[in-house]
């Protein structure tokens, strides 16, 4: 257990550091987003609130921005905090396919965040326009994510 905290926290180390200017670009992002109205796709936009694994009981806060691509293709771009006695901050984008039910968009997609942040990451979950709420899965963590529209 305690090599597996280990390998999370400098992986985190190395994304930060690697993500840099990723981080730059999405504050850049986000402001222009959150000025904008709240897009009538249920699924686009910014999202903020919660991660929390349920593999080792962390949790902290979390930003996403999705974009509409074509044919029911998605991306969401992560921004996540994490503490482990220093805060760090890090990001990531993941490709998502979605596709309208019930009044939400559900949606699934499967990203490769490499092995020091615990290789291949799997997400599925819904968005109603003012919830979103994704599981995601890997070799070494699963948790959920739970965001509303930004206020």
Same mark, same amino acid.
């Given at each position: 257990m305690k090599l597996l905290v280990v390998r999370i926290?400098?992986?985190?180390l190395v994304l930060v550091l690697l993500g840099g200017t990723g981080c730059s670009s999405f504050h850049r992002d986000w402001k222009q987003a959150v000025a904008q109205p709240p897009p009538a796709?249920?699924?686009? &936009?910014p999202w903020e609130g919660t991660w929390l694994s349920d593999a080792n009981g962390h949790t902290d806060r979390l930003r996403?921005? %999705?974009? +509409?691509?074509?044919?029911?293709? /998605? +991306? #969401?771009? /992560?921004y996540a905090w994490y503490? #482990?006695?220093l805060t760090f901050t890090f990001s990531y984008? %993941?490709?998502?396919?979605?596709?309208? $039910?019930?009044?939400?968009?559900?949606?699934s997609g499967t990203e490769d965040l490499g092995w020091? $942040?615990? &290789? %291949? @990451?799997? /997400? +599925? &979950?819904? $968005?109603? &326009?003012?919830?979103?709420?994704?599981?995601? @899965?890997?070799?070494y963590d699963n948790g959920t994510f739970?965001? #509303?529209r930004p206020k």
């Open positions: 926290t400098l992986s985190l796709d249920r699924l686009a &936009g996403c921005l %999705v974009t +509409q691509q074509t044919n029911g293709l /998605y +991306q #969401a771009r /992560y503490k #482990a006695g984008t %993941v490709p998502l396919e979605a596709h309208a $039910a019930a009044g939400r968009a559900e949606f020091l $942040a615990g &290789g %291949v @990451y799997t /997400y +599925q &979950g819904w $968005a109603d &326009g003012t919830n979103f709420f994704s599981t995601y @899965y890997s070799k739970r965001m #509303a």
